[in-house]
Nanobody, 122 residues
Framework: QVQLVESGGGLVQVGGSLSLSCAAS????????MGWFRQAPGKEREFVAV????????YYSGSVKGRFTISRDNAKNTVNLQMNSLKSEDTAVYYC???????????????WGQGTQVTVSS
């Protein structure tokens, strides 16, 4: 398995931007699809974005498509989430995730990061 550590969360105003980073350690990082999930207070953890093992394919939830961009660097064992045009409803704890499943979902994630708080204020 891989171990994941997120960084880059914080407080930002509505309409602003924030970049999250996830550093992975362990073997075979490039063998995993990497994703970002988020969990707001009182809500279930939800899918945000995923990038395949090579970085050639990405997929986003409808609520963030066009505003967020996921990318990875297999040479540095990192995955990033660039968040633009942030809305108050983007406020949540964001989690980095690794999975070798065809479909990356909360039930198929093998490793989770500890989470990083993103707060969007109006």
């Amino acid at each position: 398995q891989v171990q994941l550590v997120e960084s880059g969360g914080g407080l930002v105003q509505v309409g602003g931007s924030l970049s999250l980073s996830c550093a992975a350690s362990g073997r075979s990082f490039s063998g995993y699809a990497m994703g970002w999930f988020r969990q707001a207070p009182g809500k279930e953890r939800e899918f945000v974005a995923v990038v395949n093992w090579s970085g050639s394919s990405t997929y986003y939830s409808g609520s963030v498509k066009g505003r967020f961009t996921i990318s990875r660097d297999n040479a540095k064992n990192t995955v990033n989430l660039q968040m633009n045009s942030l809305k108050s409803e983007d406020t949540a704890v964001y989690y980095c995730a690794a999975s070798r499943a065809i479909v990356v979902a909360t039930t198929t994630v093998e490793s989770w990061g500890q989470g990083t708080q993103v707060t969007v204020s109006s």
